[in-house]
């Protein structure tokens, strides 16, 4: 059984400097998680910097071209950021967001792939801050495509702003990549909302 992950740094986790290619965050976690399921395959395609818009122009190559059973989604931080710290590019609003992701969705909604869809987490550790603010239509898309393609959702963004409430670790280095708190987190979270279901 094949397992593939992809998305953006924060699913990168350093995985081209790591000789399994899983890299040194969730989705090393969530690998060590169900290690004694000797039939699960794990392939990581995170890439720094990626947007929805760099998913599609690899999407073949990437994830199709593996044939997987699973694919985990992570996207849509970047799809924010962009907008606070490179006003000048060209920008991939809600709608476009949503437009792609059907598109990349519809090549695998053959009944057979199961998707799990991860919610964007956070920008900044405070969730009044601008950046999760613009976060929240990214979010509810991620949530209405999980209903449309019956694929499962990981409800990390209301996680991670539940833990915030909490204040009890640092989850992110710069407000966006992962503490090894903030990546346990989201193991923890994607291993909630899928394990019972995969693992049998």
Known sequence: M?????GDSITDSGRNQDPEG?????VR???EEIIKESHVEIFNKGVSGDRITDLE???KRDVLAVEPDLIS???GINDVWRQLDHSEMEQVLPSDFEEIYVRLLNKVNDGIVQIV???PTIIEENIYLKGNQLLMPYVEIVRKLGAKFGAI????HETFLQALGKKKDTLTTDGVHMTSEGDRLMADTWLKSCKDNLLR
């Open 22 to 26: 899983l890299g040194y965050g969730y």
């Open 153 to 156: 959702v990981v409800p990390t």
């Open 57 to 59: 122009k690899r999407w």
């Open 29 to 31: 976690m969530i690998k």
């Open 73 to 75: 989604i992570s996207i």
């Open 117 to 119: 869809l991860m919610e």
């Open 2 to 6: 094949k397992w593939l992950f992809i």
